[in-house]
């Protein structure tokens, strides 16, 4: 079977996901292609880093596509595929490929799987992936089809060889208007600290329980020349600005100690600041999956334990 | 104006779940549901939509024993409520039952969580979009009113954020901390408990997926520390010291 990747780029830059489905692609192509699929209203740079990593690169260039709209790349990646099956499509596990994934999928009347961290083809087409904030892993078959449709993971299939491909550029027929009309990016809101460019980070999750309990964590990292930062719940309770957020939505962090109290580690999160240099967690939960990356994983009560640290620095 | 919001009845993730003995499922039993917290967010906004412009919001759900959801959505505003019993954890079938029975509903925006929090596929929203062929967006963190169309932004990674705008009818996903959902006031728990549920049964096709197995990954812990805050606090304070880091 034919393996398409969907390559994905925002300014002018490919995304590093475009890499990573190029790597899933070549490991288990099998007897087949792996294929990359860039959509731009100019194609030929990244056109040519790709080829490096794919047997092949399709490159759908016109003005439509200057950014990025799902229903003209639903219909571009849609044509480009009619009578191409049988086609496995991997597309990044992103804003983008979260989005319009689905949707041609629904279009390709293909079963589709999203956050998928493992493929396997010897088979049929079985993927893994978590459920219940990574707690369980599912291993399933998807049902028999003409076409398949997967969101993958960022960061998990990192390394793979180079190829080195043909590109072919394919004059595409934009010929749909779209519905919804893309108007502008938006930047994100500059505070007073850039916590990315921080050596500490102590970084407040769910777990903390109320906001008036903030105070030891400000006071605890005042003790050890930090910086608080925190996990998507306390953004959204308003008890830390989104500048301050830890995550792939928020900013992505390396600071030489990621001190988390009470943060569980949903994978966004974790994709955020798992290359930080020393990671200390603090969770009452012994199945709390940022244990996976922690250094050092304290199982214990954070209202009791940050105080006592507090006691004896302070 | 008529908004249909989709709510699951979901489980709680925040602890480990069982696997039944056979390994193809979760041991529901041990499950503790509730409303789904992106669905909490959606449902605020439909409300909102309500007293600012008037609209009527029907919410629907699909699953058998989701009846105490879409009574906590009568508590916080919702005008009506279908129950679609039918449990699966296929996102397409999901998908399709919204489809069919909803297709007889006047609507002008639907609007759905960007995802469960049990299953957290996300798959739902865009999946129906794509069968009633409605524009769609996913991830939304602000939504505007504005003469005939609806102006929205959407969250993209690295604090980034887009603008578009979509005409009416359409449907979004909402991410958490668009608004700050409300409490239910007691009239509205008490005034919920006696609105009717509407029953709607429907039957999709064949599943796209078999489950082979669910397994419980392994967390490999580098280094554990546990005991007395006393003790914990001492250790941590001396790997501090130890690294350069005090």
Known sequence: ?314 | MNIIVLVKHAFVSEFRPGIRADGKALEKKKLVYEMNDWDRYALEEAIKLKEQKGAEVLVVSVGEDCENTLRQCFALGADRAIKIPFDSIDSWQIAEVISGVIKTEKFNLILAGFQSQDLNNALVGPILAGMLNLPYATAVTSITFEDDEIRVRRELEAGFQEEDTLPLPCLLTVQTGINKPRYAPVKGILKAKTKEIKEVSAKPTSSTFEVKKLHFPAIKKANIIEGLSEEVSTKLIAILKDRGLL
């Open chain 1, 1 to 314: 079977m034919h393996i398409f990747a969907v390559a994905e780029h925002r300014k002018g830059e490919l995304a590093p996901i475009s890499f990573e489905l190029l790597n899933l692609a070549n490991s288990i192509k099998g007897s087949g292609k792996s294929n990359a699929i860039v959509i731009s209203k100019s194609t030929t740079a990244f056109a040519g880093q790709l080829a490096k990593y794919a047997d092949k690169v399709w490159a759908i260039e016109d003005e439509a596509f200057e950014n990025y709209n799902p229903e003209s790349y639903i219909d571009a990646i849609f044509e480009m595929l009619r009578g191409r099956e049988p086609a496995l499509l991997l597309i990044g596990d992103t804003s983008f490929g979260r989005e319009f994934a689905p949707c041609l999928a629904v279009k390709l009347s293909a079963p589709v799987q999203t956050d998928v961290v493992g493929v396997d083809l010897s088979d049929g087409v079985n993927i893994s992936r978590y459920i219940s904030q990574g707690k369980v892993m599912i291993d399933m078959k998807l049902r028999k089809s003409m076409f398949y449709v997967l969101t993958v993971r960022q960061k998990v299939f990192k390394n793979g060889p180079e190829v080195r491909g043909n590109i072919e550029v394919v004059k595409a027929k934009n010929t749909i208007v779209p519905k919804r009309r893309f108007v502008k990016y938006i930047e994100p809101e500059v505070g007073e600290v850039d916590i990315s460019k921080e050596d500490v980070l102590v970084t407040v999750g769910r777990g903390i329980g109320d906001f008036s309990k903030m105070k030891i964590v400000e006071e605890l990292a005042k003790l050890i020349g930090g910086v608080v930062a925190g996990s998507r719940p306390i953004i959204d309770y308003g008890w830390l600005p989104k500048d301050r957020q830890v995550g792939i939505s928020g900013k992505v962090v390396n600071p030489k100690l990621y001190l988390g109290l009470g943060v569980s580690g949903a994978s966004q999160h974790v994709m955020g600041m798992n290359g930080s240099e020393l990671i200390i967690a603090i969770n009452k939960n012994p199945e709390a999956p940022i244990f996976e990356v922690a250094h050092y994983c304290v199982i214990g009560n954070i209202l009791e334990i940050v105080p006592a640290i507090i006691n004896k620095l302070g």
